[in-house]
């Protein structure tokens, strides 16, 4: 299986601030990173998929990057709705196989 | 409006059996791969397996292989995910997901969660 690492775990941040949270595989991916949030008691949401495409509905501050390994979220000017846990998932290969989530708190 | 709404929530005995369902509406429920993904308490995300309702072509992880039964009537546009015999491991809260294609596509759609308690 593919293992996907996400860094930091958690951070504390502003509103207003820009976020930037890492995602890395153990192997090459390509372009099949998808992101997700989720907020406490709730199913996890789409944001990107296909490393950089926007799903649908989602806010246009939150962009995504990368291909290979290495793959970033970025939220810009973070809003009062965002804070909550962001999730990594690879979909290249089978099993698709989820990174361990980072938390965005209110600073 | 495309929604997957999952039955609810269940206690159970170890040893004892268990299936839960998710139906879709608002698309064409047999043309979508429907998938099942675990998130133990506290934990992250684990996906179990995925099936596709047109022809019930099922595939699962071999994390998952044996534990769990992946079903669907496409008559009613449901899918289902099965144990004949829990185990206190088994609590979590199960989504299912909706995918264009089994490999390469986000899990675009999520059901609201089953919450699986399994306790003596």
């Known amino acids: 299986d593919i293992q996907m690492t996400q860094s930091p775990s958690s951070l504390s941040a502003s509103v207003g601030d820009r976020v930037t949270i890492t995602c890395r595989a153990n192997q090459s991916i390509t372009i099949y990173l998808n992101w997700y949030q989720q907020k406490p008691g709730k199913a996890p949401k789409l944001l990107i998929y296909a490393a950089s495409s926007l799903q649908s509905g989602v806010p246009s501050r939150f962009s995504g990057g990368g291909s290979g390994t290495d793959f970033t979220l970025t939220i810009n000017s973070l809003q009062a709705e965002d804070f909550a846990t962001y999730c990594c998932q690879q979909s290249y290969s089978t099993p698709p196989t989820f990174g361990g989530g980072t938390k965005v708190e209110i600073k | ?120």
Do not use: H
């Open chain 2, 1 to 120: 409006e495309v929604q997957l709404v999952q039955s609810g929530a269940e206690v159970k005995k170890p040893g004892e059996s268990l299936k839960i369902s998710c139906k879709g509406s608002g698309y064409s429920f047999p043309n979508y791969w429907i998938g099942w993904v675990r998130q133990m308490p506290g934990k992250g995300l684990e996906w179990m397996g995925i099936i596709y309702p047109g022809d019930s072509d099922t595939r699962y992880s071999p994390s998952f292989q044996g534990q769990v039964t992946i079903s669907a009537d496409k008559s009613i546009s449901t899918a289902y995910l099965q144990w004949s015999s829990l185990k206190a491991s088994d609590t979590a809260i199960y989504y299912c997901t909706r995918q264009t294609r089994p490999r390469w596509d986000a899990m675009d759609v999520w059901g609201q969660g089953t919450t699986v308690t399994v306790s003596s």
